[in-house]
């Protein structure tokens, strides 16, 4: 996947911040312990002493072996004590060592493998986090939560035709969408959230993603009108430094506001297809949201298309009446 500078140099200073961040504890850990128990700093103190004299012994020459021997055993009776010492006090053995958040790399970002350096895993789910995060800078994330949505706007008279409430729908709808967010795996199910304007499907779907991204999980949240533009500008320009269609395939949770929208070309047919298509064969969960009937969606886009979205999504039924206009 292609990341731009600012997203390569957004990650690395958090890898920083939280290698930082671990020596700084494990230094503050440290002195509290020598505190506790002052034995401990110095056979430290010593066992950092006998390091160096090793390091001038082999610098000064002379009867290297036998020196070297005799500080070798010295240290290592010294660094016994210090376990011992910190196992009768009751600390663990690594007690004193940083606490990185990545196993793996130490917060580096990369690892030594067969003599060559690798991408940690980490820092490839990071520079995804920095990436959705950038995208979703235009989104109102923060404007949209359960909290302030108002099941009040939704009618308690039954529709003649399916003899239920517009309210009794929605709060269903609004039930499984806080479920759905709870319990948010890279592998939950997808959802289709279809209706008139103004019911709420943008306002949930964005509740979603803010529930989700505090899990920690890589979200995008976009228009489909935003996202068609940004996928025929890379596609035409040629230039992959911000790949958004890889980005857009390989995040936790895709979100696409608005389908229908946008203008419609065979390219962006296509690149919707392509995109629904390979995070469903990944498991990948996506949340789309339109006015459109499934009809419609058949002329504007193809059978195919609907087919693959209907088979594999919740489909989420919005009624009511503009709550937009209702709220003036």
Known sequence: MGFNSYTYQKANEILADRRLNAEKTADQRREIIFSRVPRLKDLDKEISSANIQIARIVVRGGDVIA???????????????????????????????????????????????????????????????????????????????????????????????????????????????????????????????????????????????????????????????VLLQRLEKNYFSGDKSDDIEQLVTECDLLIIDDLGTEFKTQFSSSQLYNICNSRILKSKPIIISTNLSPEKMKDDYSERFVSRIFGGAQTLDFLGEDIRILKK
């Open 67 to 225: 020196e070297m021997t005799k500080l070798k055993d010295r240290n290592i009776a010294l660094q016994k004590e210090f376990a011992e010492l910190l196992t009768a006090n009751g600390y663990s053995d690594n007690v004193l060592e940083p606490r990185y958040c990545c196993k793996i790399c130490s917060d580096r970002g990369q690892y030594e493998e067969n003599g060559r350096s690798v991408m940690c895993s980490c820092m490839k789910n990071l520079l995804v986090s920095v990436a959705c995060e950038e995208l979703n800078k235009t989104a109102p994330l923060s404007l949209s939560t359960f909290e302030t949505f108002n099941l009040d706007y939704y009618s308690h008279d039954k529709v003649e035709d399916t003899g239920v409430s517009p309210y009794f729908v929605m709060s269903r709808v609004y039930d499984f969408c806080v479920k759905y967010a709870k319990e948010f795996g890279e592998h939950s199910c997808s959802i289709l959230m279809k209706g008139n304007t103004g019911l709420g499907k943008t306002h949930l779907s964005l509740a979603i993603a803010n529930e989700v991204l505090k899990k920690g999980y890589g979200v995008i949240y976009v228009s489909a009108p």
